[in-house]
């Protein structure tokens, strides 16, 4: 059994930051892209952020220059800095990942940029 747990969301006022964590764990063997999306109130959900297992990423033009995605191999976990925040950032966000050859995804953590 996989499990992807996030943490780090929370309310913050507009150009304020905030760091997301998401740590993979459980019978893991092999874990590939990692990345995050997010879901607005009444919207589809989309994709933010990737980032292979060699480093290589890519972002959600809305989001470029202000959020950064990396990754820990070691202990199997994905971040994402989020910087310059805006109230249209507001939205549960949520970690995936494709491990052992299956998309996994965590519970979701909620961000509100609100003053």
């Known amino acids: 059994q996989v499990q992807l747990v996030e943490s780090g969301g929370g309310l913050v006022q507009p150009g304020g930051s905030l760091r997301l964590s998401c740590a993979a764990s459980?019978?893991?063997?092999?874990?590939?892209?990692m990345g995050w999306y997010r879901q607005a109130p009444g919207k589809q959900r989309e994709l933010v952020a990737t980032i292979t297992s060699y480093g290589s990423t890519d972002y959600r033009d809305s989001v470029k220059g202000r959020f950064t995605i990396s990754r820990d191999n070691a202990k199997n976990t994905v971040y994402l800095q989020m910087n310059r925040l805006k109230p249209e950032d507001t939205a549960v966000y949520y970690c995936?990942?494709?491990?052992?050859?299956?998309?996994?995804w965590g519970q979701g953590t909620q961000v509100t940029v609100s003053s």
């Open positions: 459980g019978a893991i063997f092999s874990i590939n892209a």
């Open positions: 995936n990942a494709y491990i052992n050859y299956f998309d996994s």
